[in-house]
């Protein structure tokens, strides 16, 4: 089954200031209803791609040189980042930038501000609890009182709240004990199961590659290999560089 491109990146060059080129005709895909991972090493660009996509890179004095974003068939140029939200395109930061004085449920609400469609903030909760009963236990807590990974786990249910059509990922694997990357990894596969896109950005490739469809290798600012996620973990280069095999 064929279905339209919910995200298409094309012939993407964006530079700071006008000097550094961090993209050069970057051209990624994510198909309706799938699950993209994007790898790459530090510096090779992968920020700057969520930065476009979430109308945050003027902020940085990054600049869209050519090229463009298409979401749901759309141009995303000059669409501000609360319209983004509205239109179910949501970012996870990296590092769990959550509000530590909230309690859990109260980073929850805050998570829904932005949502187009109120009634749907209870169900939205309730399925945030679904997915982390960890977070159901301990909805009055304070969130600073969390592990690491129960930030992760309520930055990521934050992000639901939205309710987004394409969730991205920054790096959720960040910092956490291998235990709990696989429960991360296999929470990011139940949402897209229940019918969210996803584009997973990560330096885990082993994790990424696991839950992934389909994924791209960003190294310098280009995309260097791409193909279906169980191909690119057999590839060599893949094996070599971010495996650890070789
Ligand atoms: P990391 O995993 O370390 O965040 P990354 O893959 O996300 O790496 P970027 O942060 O997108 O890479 O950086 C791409 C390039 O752009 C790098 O050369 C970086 O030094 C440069 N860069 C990033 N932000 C800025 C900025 N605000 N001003 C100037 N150069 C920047």
């Known amino acids: 089954e064929t279905h339209a491109p919910i995200l298409e990146v094309r012939d993407l060059a964006v530079t700071y200031g006008g000097v550094v080129q961090a993209l050069r005709g970057v051209d990624i895909t994510v198909g309706e209803g799938s699950v993209v991972a994007l790898l790459g ?11 476009t996509l979430s109308g945050t890179l003027k902020l940085h004095k990054g600049r869209v040189e ?10 995303l140029k000059g669409r501000d980042p609360a319209r983004c939200v509205a239109d179910g ?13 909230l309690t859990v449920e109260e980073n929850l609400k805050a ?29 009055t807590q304070r969130a600073g009182l969390l592990s690491g990974g129960e930030q992760q786990m309520l930055a990521i249910g934050r992000g639901l709240m939205a309710g987004p059509k394409l969730l991205l990922l920054d790096e959720p694997s960040l910092g956490l004990a291998p235990r709990i990357i696989g429960q991360i990894g296999e929470v990011i596969r139940e949402i897209n ?27 310098v600012g280009k995309v260097s290999l791409q193909g ?8 060599d280069a893949v094996q070599r560089l971010y495996l650890g095999h070789g």
Not at 41 to 49: D, E, F, I, M, R
Not at 89 to 101: A, D, T
Not at 228 to 235: C, M, N
């Open 66 to 75: 050519s090229g463009e974003v298409r979401y749901r068939g759309s141009s």
């Open 228 to 235: 279906p996620a169980v191909e690119l973990a057999q590839s």
């Open 89 to 101: 395109l949501v970012q996870v930061p990296e590092g769990r930038r959550i509000f530590s004085r």
């Open 41 to 51: 090493s530090n510096g090779a660009g992968k920020t700057t791609l969520l930065r």
């Open 193 to 219: 199961r229940q019918g969210t896109s996803v584009l997973l950005v990560e330096q885990n490739a082993t994790m990424a590659l696991g839950v992934a469809d389909t994924a791209f290798v960003l190294d």
């Open 111 to 139: 998570g829904g501000l932005g949502a187009k469609d109120k009634s749907t903030r209870a169900p939205a909760q309730e399925r945030v609890y679904d997915l982390f009963p960890v977070l159901a236990d301990r909805r």
